[in-house]
C-alpha cells in the first residue's frame, strides 16, 4: 500500500482556497463555454495514495456503475520548480447527459461526439485550475492533450492502479450548479511524492508571508 | 472611532489575506466570521458596519447574507470578496445590495483602489 502523505490543517486550508479560486475561474470559463450561470460550491480537498484511488472514486461517483475519465498530463515550463503530474476528469454518466443536453448535443450524439464533449470540458477544467494554481505558487505550467482513459466503464477498471504513474492522488471535488439541472464531476491531480513534497513547501511559504 | 469591519469567508488563509491587505493606517475594529451564519449574527451585533464578504460559504452563503441584511435592513457597507469571476455573479451581487466586487486573490492595491474609489479611506 502506497504510503499517505498528510497535509497540516493550515496547508489542507491553504490548498483548499487555491482550489477555490482555481474553481472560480473555471467555473467562469464554463459558463462562458455553455453559456449559463454557474453556482460554485466549495471544493473538497484530500490526499490519498493511488492504490486507494478506485475505492474513494467508488464513493465519490455515489456507487454510479459507469464512468468516463479523462487524462491531461501538466508539468512546469519555468526551471527548477518540477511541478508534474496528470489531471484526471471523471464524469459520471448521468451528469455526463445532462452536460450533453445542456450543450443541445442530444439529437446527434454518438460516440465519438460524446468523446468530443469529455475532451472539450476537461481542457477547460483542468486547465483554469491548474493555471490559477500554478500562478498562485507561482509556477507557469503547460499541457499535453487530453485523452480518454476510460469510456462507460466501471469506476474501478476506468481508473485502476496499473494504468496510473503516479504514486499520490489530491482528490477535488467539485460541484456545479447550473440554473438547469446540476452537473458534477471529479478532477483528480496525481502527482509524485516529490512533488507533492514541493506544493506542501510552496503552500508553508505562502502561508508564513500571510503571518 | 474605529469602524467595526466583518471579514466574512469560510477559509482561514481567506481571512488572513484580507486582513493582511488592509491598508496601514485604516482605524478598524476587525471581527472573523467562518460562514454566513455566523457573519450576519455577527453584523446584528454591529460588528460589521463594513463587511468584506466571501461567496461560496457553507452554512450561509454570501448571497444569502446579503439578502438577510437587505431584508433585516441593516445599514452595512459590504464588498464581496470572491472567486466567482463570472460578470453575471458581480450583477447579482450588486442587484442584492453589495457596495462592490473584488476578485480573489485580494491584494492591497486592489482593496485600497475600490476604498478610494467611495470614498471610504
Partial sequence: MTEILSLTEDQRDCLQEIVNVAMGQAGDSLARFLEVFVHLSVPRIRL?????????????????????????????????????????????DKSFKELAELLAYEDDLN?????????????????????????????ELAYSSPSILGFRMPPQEAVSP????????LLVEIHYTLEKGSF??????LMPEEVIEILKKALDHLLESFE | ??????????????????????????????????????????IREGKGEMVFLDLTMPELDGYGVLQKVKEEGHKAVIIVISADIQPEARERVVKLGALDFIKKPIDSQKLEEVLKKYGLL
Fill in chain 1, 48 to 92: 490519498v495514495g493511488s492504490s486507494e484511488l478506485p475505492e474513494a472514486l467508488t464513493q465519490l461517483v455515489g456507487g454510479a456503475e459507469s464512468i468516463c475519465a479523462v487524462r491531461q498530463g501538466f508539468y512546469s515550463i519555468s526551471s527548477g520548480k518540477g511541478m508534474r503530474g496528470e489531471a484526471l476528469v471523471i464524469f459520471g
Fill in chain 1, 111 to 139: 460516440e465519438h461526439t460524446e468523446k468530443e464533449l469529455l475532451l472539450d470540458v476537461t481542457n477547460v477544467l483542468t486547465s483554469a485550475c491548474l493555471n490559477r494554481i500554478g500562478e498562485q505558487i507561482e509556477t
Fill in chain 2, 1 to 42: 472611532m474605529p469602524i467595526p469591519l466583518l471579514i466574512c469567508d469560510d477559509s482561514a488563509m481567506a481571512r488572513k489575506q484580507v486582513r493582511k491587505s488592509l491598508p496601514t493606517h485604516w482605524d478598524v475594529d476587525v471581527t472573523f466570521a467562518e460562514n454566513g451564519a455566523q457573519g450576519i449574527q455577527a
Fill in chain 1, 162 to 169: 496499473e494504468k496510473l504513474i503516479w504514486s499520490q492522488a
Fill in chain 1, 184 to 189: 458534477s464531476c471529479n478532477l483528480m491531480l
